[in-house]
């Protein structure tokens, strides 16, 4: 049974930072694209950041470029989102997903697999 579990969600206020981490277990991920999704209150889901499975190429949705770092661990079974100068607007659930392909893609529809969510808040 494969399963990503999101860690590292929290309360800070406007301007701190947070590092979130998605573990992988059942499986390793090597080889396949991996990527973070966000989703506030009474909003769709969407895209935050991705990265390929070598963890040379990522990319990013405009509202947090410059902001957040997308990463991933040479063992192939975490993967980071480290977040910094957060702002309320930031303030959602965000989601770990893992794909069965490596495509840089910011469609939900790519993402195999899904975690359970991690609840980050930013006050003002």
């Known amino acids: 049974q494969v399963q990503l579990g999101e860690s590292g969600g929290g309360l800070v206020q406007a301007g701190g930072s947070l590092r979130l981490s998605c573990a992988a277990s059942?499986?390793?991920?090597?080889?396949?694209?991996m990527g973070w999704f966000r989703q506030a209150s009474g909003k769709a889901r969407e895209f935050v950041a991705g990265i390929a499975w070598t963890g040379k190429f990522t990319k990013y949705a405009d509202s947090v470029r410059g902001r957040c770092t997308i990463s991933r661990d040479s063992a192939e079974t975490t993967v980071y989102l480290e977040m910094n100068s957060l702002k309320p607007e930031d303030t959602a659930v965000y989601y770990c997903?893992?794909?069965?392909?490596?495509?840089?893609?910011?469609?939900?529809?790519?993402?195999?697999?899904w975690g359970q969510g991690t609840q980050v808040t930013v006050s003002s």
């Open positions: 997903a893992a794909q069965l392909q490596d495509i840089l893609t910011t469609e939900p529809a790519w993402y195999y697999y």
């Open positions: 059942g499986r390793t991920f090597s080889g396949y694209g």
